[in-house]
């Protein structure tokens, strides 16, 4: 907490004692000018962030991110020349591209049209249009089914009734 850590003998910590580096929380102080302490209490007191310290935490989280992103290594490509990438999807979303690629794709991999989505633009494919239309084409024919076999059940009934020969 302090900017010049004390020097000499004293300053080393004790047997047990744990070291400056090793402590998990460690806290660090920061100096500001005024202009810029108003603009972070301005965020503080604008609500978006509780304390300066959670202000300052996830400026820093934020900042490690990105350099930790800048010095990332370029993913690997396949042998078709494609890169992998992982995405995460909620599974009722899952679900609708699963049935796009029964329905309407041919049973081609998720993974392929998400990869053509992302190509073209789910607003060229339409892609939830085209799900619920399948959908939709599903439900009718069952429900077409359903009334066969109600008017199927109906004809009988009036056979053995003796109202309708055959």
């Not at 005024?34 to 604008?46: A, C, M, P």
């Not at 073209?120 to 339409?126: H, M, N, W």
Request: hydrophobic residues 40%; charged residues 35%.
């Amino acid at each position: 907490m302090f900017d010049k850590a004390p020097e000499g003998k004293d300053a080393r910590p004790q047997a047990g004692e744990p070291t400056p580096e090793a402590a998990e929380d460690a806290r660090i102080a920061l100096r500001c000018n005024r202009k810029e302490l108003q603009l972070v209490d301005s965020f503080v007191s604008s609500g978006e962030f509780a304390t300066r310290s959670e202000l300052m935490r996830s400026a820093l989280h934020a900042f490690l991110r990105s350099r930790a992103l800048s010095t990332a290594p370029a993913p690997a490509v396949d042998a078709e020349g494609f890169v992998e990438v992982p995405v995460r999807l909620r599974p009722e979303e899952y679900a609708a591209f699963e049935t796009y690629s029964r329905h309407v794709a041919n049973g081609r991999p998720v993974r392929d049209i998400l990869a053509e989505i992302v190509r073209r633009g789910e607003l060229e494919l339409k892609v939830q249009e085209l799900v619920a239309r399948a959908r939709a084409t599903v439900r009718e024919a069952a429900e077409t089914r359903a009334q066969y076999g109600a008017l199927q059940e109906s004809g009988k009934d009036l056979e053995r009734r003796g109202v309708v020969g055959r």
